[in-house]
């Protein structure tokens, strides 16, 4: 179904007729915070690519803002909403849309895999959402990790979480979660939003960014598992040598000799810091480690 722009929920005058009449109080325990621009819906539907053959998936769609939007352009949503609260204010809202899929769960607790055989799910989704920013990366991660077919994440967060995802070695925002998002896709900024385009307004500025799976990932390593726990213990304390940060991490079993001599062997400093390595380093040390240990 069609409708007109001026009647879509996300039009400030709308969202508060929504809320005045269901009494709606926020949860900030929830990460509560509903869009309420038109220009900045647009930007994310852009990014987001999304035609009448895509299925999507939405986290969070609080009162159908986002979703009415994906709906009027989608084959199918499925939304996953863990407030109860908001489940008949969605079905209310989004009753004229056949093609949505409404469940109500915390998106955490589900098994994905299983999830997306349930839903009948068996071609690559496009991801988009409002995340709420508590949790955005332990989603955005579930996602990636659980193997699930995707073609694309776009999320609106915190603009220095959508920093740190896009960042480089050497940068500041550059961590773990710059290696993690970018072994798995490809990050693209696709708008920077202001507070006052949501209700009510977050304390930060926020991030429209795009996350194209990769089709293979950039780099080999002997185990994903053990190269994401080498480069968590390397950002753990910044400023330690890298020797230092693994050698001693909980969890790793890699004495300082063996991390000294895998480095030096991967042609790399005896003082260099986690922050200045690639994801293509932190892959061949990994192997290194991996292969020494194992002989």
């Known amino acids: 179904m069609i409708k007109a722009k001026e009647d879509w929920i996300c039009v400030p005058k709308n969202t508060i007729e929504v809320l005045q009449k269901n009494e709606f109080r926020f949860k900030k325990q929830l990460g509560q915070n509903f869009l309420i621009d038109m220009h900045v819906m647009e930007k994310i539907l852009r990014a987001a690519d999304v035609g009448p053959k895509d299925v999507c998936l939405e986290i969070g769609p609080g009162i159908g803002s986002l979703t009415q939007a994906l709906l009027e352009n989608a084959g199918r949503v499925v939304a996953v909403e863990i407030d109860d609260r908001l489940i008949p204010i969605l079905e209310e809202n989004l009753a004229d849309y056949p093609n949505l899929t409404l469940v109500h769960a915390d998106f955490m607790d589900l098994d994905l895999p299983a999830f997306f055989v349930e839903q009948g799910i068996d071609r690559p989704v496009k991801v988009a959402a409002n995340l709420p920013y508590y949790i955005t990366t332990p989603i955005i991660m579930e996602l990636f990790e659980s193997g699930v077919p995707l073609e694309s994440v776009t999320v609106m967060v915190q603009e220095e979480v959508a920093r740190r995802m896009k960042a480089g070695p050497g940068t500041k925002d550059y961590g773990a979660l710059s290696l993690a998002v970018q072994y798995y896709a490809e990050p693209y900024i696709a708008a920077f939003v202001p507070q006052n385009c949501f209700m009510p307004r977050p304390n930060v500025g926020s991030c429209v960014i795009r996350l194209t799976r990769r089709e293979e990932t950039p780099v080999e390593v002997i185990s994903e598992k053990e190269m994401f726990n080498i480069i968590r213990a390397a950002f753990s304390q910044r400023r330690k040598t890298l020797v230092n940060s693994v050698s001693n991490a909980e969890g790793l079993t890699y004495t300082k000799e063996q991390v000294l ?14 922050e200045a390595l690639s994801l293509e380093e932190f892959a061949r040390l990994t192997n290194i480690l991996m292969k020494e240990v194992q002989s």
């Open 261 to 274: 001599a895998a480095v030096q062997e991967a042609g790399l400093s005896e003082t260099v810091r986690g």
